[in-house]
């Protein structure tokens, strides 16, 4: 019996490489670099395949041009490693502001809630990678009116200075963004009427606890947030001037504000029942001026009572009587008579005869 013969491999052929005469120099020159990368870890070809991408992308060829790329690109790169979320960046920024008043903390975290019910998403968000546009686009879609727009704006914008100054982000992206235009609505001022009404009603109600307080927002424009932190040893009835310390004071600067001989008549009554140390506005003052003002007519929703108009009736029948415009610029702790002229000045309705009424007519 024959066996099969196995099969005859054929003979394996050879292929010849002919390799490119290679100088001297090239070979020490890649010697050098394999010892320059060696504790690296990346490779001859590697390095020199990301040097052609760096080139190619950014279309620089000379070496000083990629160099720079490479310095600033390691310069974001850490940044961005290192930056904080919003929300942490957010709470670092809340905690170096615990020293205001709790007023502005509150503006501070009712911006933070609103970003957070809108977008959630950019609270885990590295504060870095903030561009103006989404700033913009988170104040015209998270805030609807255009005065919370413009509080909004103030309060990131103060917000990403801090993280700028921290060298967590490279740049303000809200000081790009021009800020939400407030359209100011006139305020009339009260009428002779309307602020004898006031008056009676806190007769009525047996409120006249309220009384200094309502007067001094009226008759020395004291802002109601300053009323409410003001102490009756700030009243001087010799020197007849109110102290608003920068503690109390909205924009953080004192100023004496004249007492009228109204106002005097009104304080000196109620200085003999209040010692020194005790506060201006009564125990629960929010819910007294309140009632105050429902009995005199200003309901809720038929006749809503407007904002920092005691302040506005001063304003107005001051400059009506006084005819000195920077005078009351000092006695309102303004930096400039333009919010005054522009906002508050109103003197529709306002005679010389009711202007002297205003600050003549016995309490």
Sequence with gaps: MTLPRPPVKSPKKRVKIHCASVSDETILNAASAEIILKKTGIGIVEA?????????????????????????GTEAFLRERHAFSFAEAYS??????SHLRERTLQDYRKTRVAICKFAPALLRKNVCSFSPKICGELLDSAFRTHRQRFKAYSVLRTFFAYCLRKNWCVENPVAAIDAPVVREHEIVPLSLDEIDKIFRAAATTHLEECVPAIALMLYAGIRPQEARRLRWRDIDLVEKTVSVSPRHSKTGGCRHVTISPRLEKILRKAAKQNPENAPICPRNWTRKW???????????????????????????????????????????????????SSRYLSMRGITVTSAENFWQQKA
């Design 290 to 340: 309140r009632k105050i003002r429902s009995v005199a007519g200003w309901d809720c929703r038929k006749n809503p009572w407007r904002q920092d108009v005691l302040r506005h009736t001063f304003a107005s029948y001051h400059l009506k009587y006084f005819k000195n415009l920077s005078l009351l610029q000092c006695e309102m702790g303004h930096s400039s008579t333009k919010l005054l």
């Design 92 to 97: 670092r920024f809340l905690e170096s502001k």
């Design 48 to 72: 020199a395949r990301l040097v052609a991408e760096m080139s190619e992308a950014t279309r620089f060829k000379r070496l000083k041009h990629l160099r720079k790329i490479a310095a600033l």
